[in-house]
C-alpha cells in the first residue's frame, strides 16, 4: 500500500469526520474515526472501505432525509476501493467451486 494511497484515504475520511453535519450525528462520527484508526494502523485500505462504505449504506437506507453530503461524498471516494475488496474475496471463496 503506497503512501499516497493512504495520505488520500485518510485525507477523504479527515474532510467527511469534519464536516459539520456529520459532527452533529454522532453514530456516522464513531463509523469514521474507527474507519480512520483502522488505515493509521496500517490496515487494509479495500477492506475498511468495503467495511465503511457498507455501514454507510445502510445508515443512508435508515436516514435518507438526514444523510450528510459529505457522507455521501466519502461513499462515492471509497466504493471502488470496496469493490475491488469484495471482488476478490469473492473470487477467492469461489474458486473451490469453479474448478
Known amino acids: 500500500m503506497s503512501k499516497d494511497k493512504v495520505k488520500t484515504v485518510t485525507d477523504y475520511l479527515s474532510a467527511a469526520y469534519s464536516d459539520?453535519?456529520?459532527k452533529k450525528i454522532p453514530?456516522?462520527?464513531k463509523l469514521i474515526f474507527?474507519?480512520?484508526m483502522d488505515v493509521d494502523k496500517g490496515g487494509s485500505i479495500e477492506l475498511m472501505s468495503a467495511k465503511l462504505c457498507r455501514?454507510?449504506?445502510r445508515y443512508v437506507l435508515m436516514h435518507q432525509?438526514?444523510?450528510?453530503?459529505?457522507?455521501?461524498t466519502l461513499y462515492n471516494q471509497l466504493v471502488h476501493d470496496a469493490a475491488k475488496?469484495?471482488?476478490v474475496a469473492l473470487s477467492t471463496m469461489?474458486?473451490?467451486?469453479w474448478f
Open 20 to 22: 459539520e453535519q456529520v
Open 27 to 29: 453514530e456516522l462520527e
Open 34 to 36: 474507527a474507519a480512520a
Open 55 to 57: 455501514d454507510i449504506g
Open 65 to 72: 432525509d438526514k444523510s450528510p453530503k459529505a457522507l455521501i
Open 85 to 87: 475488496y469484495e471482488g
Open 94 to 97: 469461489m474458486l473451490p467451486i
